[in-house]
């Protein structure tokens, strides 16, 4: 299998067509993030896997196709999982996928591949994916800024993709503030790490006041 040589489709103005959507959310973005690397990996080895996959259903159903369909899902998966399980809103941009591609599935079937409504539906396919890319280029910030909790933190990522984190808190009465600062800056450095990889470059704690709790 790895002497062989891979399946991979001569529509190479369709290659272009499938990324310019993507390209445009990287210049858009200003840095190119993690995120956006792992996502585009996984685009590219999605679209890979269409064509073989594809010609299963249509002209061409060999064990060479059915292999290389394998091959290209798997590694598209490998590299789309970090990112949908660390900003899983990105899973909202399959369900308009699916309808789309089953318009193509059934234009595979008939042998149709030309016809327009399954042209269109590959253009509608590759402006979703753009919108997932742009989505995602603050991806971060979104994610530690939810909307329960945008009143108390604010996020910085530097063009060096290091992180400023503001918290704003309230202390509960006879709780020693620099213990919980410290708890909260080291919960907070290992997450980050844990779960982006990304570096922390400082983490700044705002005491907004002090609450009695009964």
Request: charged letters at 15%; glycine letters at 6%.
């Amino acid at each position: 299998m790895l002497n062989e040589k891979p399946v991979i489709s001569n529509q190479h103005g369709a290659l272009a067509m499938a990324f310019l959507p993507y390209f445009y959310a990287v210049i858009q973005a200003k840095e190119y993030n993690w995120s956006l690397f792992l996502f585009g990996l996984a685009w590219l080895f999605l679209y890979l896997f269409s064509y073989p996959f594809f010609q299963l259903f249509s002209k061409k159903p060999t064990s060479k196709n059915q292999r290389w369909a394998i091959i290209y899902f798997v590694l598209s998966l490998i590299f789309a999982l970090p990112v949908m399980i660390i900003l899983p809103q990105v899973l909202l941009f399959v369900l308009p996928l699916l309808p789309l591609g089953l318009v193509q599935f059934y234009f595979a079937k008939k042998r149709d591949e030309r016809n327009l409504l399954n042209d269109t539906a590959s253009i509608l396919t590759f402006g979703i994916v753009g919108m997932a890319a742009v989505s995602m280029k603050d991806g971060l910030v979104k994610l530690l800024k939810g909307d329960s909790l945008t009143r108390g933190i604010s996020v910085v990522i530097d063009e060096n993709n290091l992180i400023e984190i503001d918290f704003h808190v309230i202390i509960s009465y006879g709780v020693s503030i620099a213990a919980v600062a410290d708890n909260l800056i080291e919960n907070v450095k290992y997450k980050v790490s844990e779960f982006t990889g990304l570096e922390i470059k400082k983490i700044n704690i705002y005491v907004e006041g002090v609450r009695v709790i009964d």
